[in-house]
């Protein structure tokens, strides 16, 4: 194409158009950043669940976020909300069908069989904690970036299990301070819900015209799914419609009234919920989903969900494994940490490093650093020349002492240790520095 003649060299500047500013780029709906200020949470949430883990003998496990489209398909179920419409799914250009996960179970029975877990002491015991993505509505609690923490037993299928997975989720929540409440349901095996569905149907057929078209769709493909119609007439409905438990065989039966049984030896509080089916189609036998104790009946926002999957891995191609576990929506639990105004507290600094002039800052670098290989939480500000910034930043930190380091010092080869607390200083050999610290830190720690 032939380069058009610019006539910019006869304008004046003040004719040229006026250059529009960029406008600032935005997160994409749905997804959100996270700042410092909500770190203190989330790095108790972590730490909570790492604690929790090591304790009940889980190992950690991480699998990628992008994964072949067909895992989730085949795992999840084609005809589930998160399948059919909440997946972020792309080609690659290499032609390959991949997903973002919008859960993590299908991608950890994925790695067990391919990495030959089977070949292992089992259960195998895996823990997990990282984002998923599901393009639904964006709403309170419900992003399309969400964190989960997730445990899976897999490769046992006592209703032991079953239990123990309900109350590791339960008491969590309880050690982060949150009472909750365990809803729980069997829906059996493959072949009880194939009659409970032949049942399920004929109740709802009769009233299929006042169904919506997305029920209407459901009753046709998997009428299971309409126990989680969030419409209110589905709700109505419901309240008369057939009830798993009275589908489910003897096996089943003792199964799930073993999972009851030890949840009430540990005084787990459980609910017994006929309707609880869950949004994911791997489920067999015990499901559950956890609520605030608060929660109103009804609500659609869970803290965490689980249960049994003996099908699953059958269904990703390896070999007949019975597994359970449970996720926990992270986000959402940050959520209710910070709404019963929990003061999680960010860490604690013990020790500012200030410095006054070129001959100070240099000293006060190599005494930050050997603070820091002591082990001592420290901070500073280097780049600041005047003492009292220095000192409104210690003051806002909240620091036990501040070091000062002036010309005066580095010729004597001193510093100044600042009480912040009783407004004291004194003055101390540069070679001890860390020693006095220490014994200050002890005698504090006596006082208090
Ligand atoms: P899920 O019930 O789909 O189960 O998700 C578990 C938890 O993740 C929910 O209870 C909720 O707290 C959180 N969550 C789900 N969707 C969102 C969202 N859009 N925004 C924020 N939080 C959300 C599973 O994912 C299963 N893989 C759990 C499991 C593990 N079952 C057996 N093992």
Not at 36 to 43: C, I, L
Not at 122 to 151: A, I, N
Not at 321 to 347: C, H, M, W, Y
């Amino acid at each position: 194409m032939p380069l058009k003649k610019s006539n910019s060299a006869a304008k004046k500047p003040s004719d040229a158009p006026a250059k529009k500013a960029p406008q600032p780029i935005t997160p994409v709906r749905g997804m959100r950043d996270i700042l410092p200020a909500d770190f203190p949470y989330w790095r108790k949430m972590f730490e909570t669940a790492q604690g929790l883990c090591d304790a009940y003998g889980f190992d950690r496990i991480e699998t990628p976020v992008l994964e072949d489209t067909p895992l989730f398909v085949r795992g999840v179920g084609k005809q589930t909300d998160v399948v059919e419409k909440e997946m972020y799914s792309f080609e690659t250009p290499g032609g390959d069908k991949v997903s973002l996960r919008p859960e993590n179970t299908a991608g950890v029975c994925r790695a067990y069989i391919h990495h030959g877990m089977l070949n292992l002491p089992q259960p195998v015991k895996l823990w997990y904690w990282g984002q998923m993505f599901r393009h639904d509505r964006p709403q309170s609690g419900r992003y399309r970036q969400f964190w989960q923490y997730g445990c899976e037993i897999i490769g046992e299928e006592d209703a032991v299990v079953d239990a123990q997975l309900a109350l590791i989720a339960w008491r969590y929540l309880k050690d982060l301070g949150i009472e909750s409440t365990v809803r729980i349901n069997s829906i059996g095996t493959p072949e009880c819900r194939l009659n409970y569905r032949n049942a399920l149907v004929a109740y709802f057929r009769p009233k299929r015209s006042r169904l919506s078209e997305e029920d209407k769709k459901r009753l046709l493909k998997n009428p299971l799914r309409l126990l989680d119609s969030k419409d209110p007439v589905v709700a109505e409905m419901k309240v008369e419609a057939p009830q798993i438990v009275d589908w489910l065989d003897e096996s089943s039966k003792n199964h799930f009234m073993r999972v009851l049984e030890y949840l009430d030896e540990v005084g787990v509080p459980y609910q017994l919920d006929p309707f609880l089916v869950r949004g994911l189609d791997y489920y067999t036998q015990t499901v559950f989903e956890l609520y605030e104790a608060t929660e109103e009946e009804g609500s659609q926002n869970a803290l965490g969900g689980g249960g049994r999957y003996d099908g699953l891995m059958e269904l990703l191609g390896g070999r007949p494994t019975p597994a359970a576990g449970f996720a926990i929506g992270v986000d959402r639990v940050i959520s209710r940490l910070k709404a019963s105004s929990q003061n999680i507290e960010p860490k604690k600094v013990d020790v500012f490093v200030a410095q006054l002039g070129e001959g100070g800052r240099k000293k006060a670098l190599a005494i930050f650093e050997e603070l820091r290989e002591a082990g001592m939480s420290a901070s500073e500000n280097f780049a600041k020349n005047s003492i009292k910034a220095q000192m409104d930043i210690a003051n806002r930190l909240g620091v036990k002492w501040t070091l000062i380091v002036g010309q005066k010092e580095v010729l004597d080869g001193t510093v100044i240790v600042r009480d912040m607390d009783a407004g004291t200083q004194e003055i101390v050999d540069a070679r001890k520095i860390v020693q006095v610290l220490q014994k200050k830190m002890i005698q504090k720690e006596q006082e208090a």
